[in-house]
């Protein structure tokens, strides 16, 4: 059965207003056996000096959600840095007002923290089809916060949702990916990472692609797919991915 962004074919329309990611502590969706990928010496960048780049304008969790939708939660989770970030797509309508954007974050952490009984929003940041990025999950956008995105592989990554739902043959605004890359550039960018390097990932769980302890040799800016088995964030938005690494790569400055 095909997945997307983590749920059954069947369940897509009940995913739009929900979220479709998932989480650690979420039912086990079906594996898919796949070959652990070779992890050579020197794949991670080193942390390093003059490769950083600009803060992007990020509207805080307040620009969305407000005391009438806020949830109580624990406090917030952590890791040393941030290394990877994982892009995914909300597998929700394409047709909305950018103004409508706050809207819809609200309908998915509602969906996340109410139906799913999550502690909070998934993703770190949610991107909107004119490039305007969200804060997303708490605990402070300059912190390595560890969110809830991609089974196996939340701690010392970054989840990006891109709002929209993105599989073959659908337009990706070029506003939003350019926003994704100076978001990446900068998260990266605090840790020293090349956006265009490979990264040692460790799986948490037997729910991702790898078994539990497994390293894998993952993309500095991968797809959700990368990690688990999904379509997610849609073919549209997959094949853009290069250039979101080489756009990411030159904002740090890196030839």
Excluded at 98 to 116: F, K, N, W
Excluded at 195 to 201: D, E, F, I, Q
Excluded at 207 to 226: C, E, F, I, N, W
Aim: aromatic fraction near 6%; hydrophobic fraction near 40%.
């Amino acid at each position: 059965m095909a997945l997307l962004c983590g749920l059954p074919a069947a369940a897509a329309v009940g995913a739009l207003l929900l979220g479709a990611e998932d989480v650690d502590r979420t039912p086990a969706a079906p594996e898919r056996a796949r070959t652990p990928a070779p992890v050579p010496a020197g794949a991670v960048a080193p942390r390093a000096a003059g490769h950083g780049a600009p803060r992007p304008r990020i509207l805080p969790r307040s620009a969305w959600l407000d005391a009438t939708a806020r949830h109580a939660q624990p406090p917030p989770r952590y890791d040393d840095r941030v290394v990877a970030v994982f892009v995914h797509h909300t597998d929700s309508p394409n047709a909305y007002a950018c103004a409508e954007a706050p809207s819809i974050i609200r309908h998915l952490y509602a969906g996340q923290t109410g139906v799913r009984q999550w502690d909070d929003i998934g993703y770190n940041f949610l991107v909107d089809r004119c490039g305007t990025i969200y804060e997303g999950r708490a605990g402070g956008v300059e912190r390595a916060v560890t969110g809830a995105h991609t089974q196996g592989f939340n701690h010392r990554t970054a989840g990006i949702a891109a709002i929209g739902t993105f599989t073959a043959g659908t337009p990706v605004p070029q506003a939003m990916t350019d926003a994704i890359a100076a978001l990446a550039a900068w998260k990266l960018g605090l840790a020293g990472v090349d956006p265009r390097a490979g990264v040692a990932l460790v799986s948490s769980n037997r729910h991702s692609r790898y078994q539990p302890g497994t390293t894998a040799l993952l993309p500095a800016v991968a797809g959700h797919t990368d990690g688990f088995p999904t379509n997610c964030p849609g073919a549209a938005l997959t094949v853009r991915l290069p250039a979101i690494r080489d756009a990411a790569a030159r904002l740090q400055g890196r030839s």
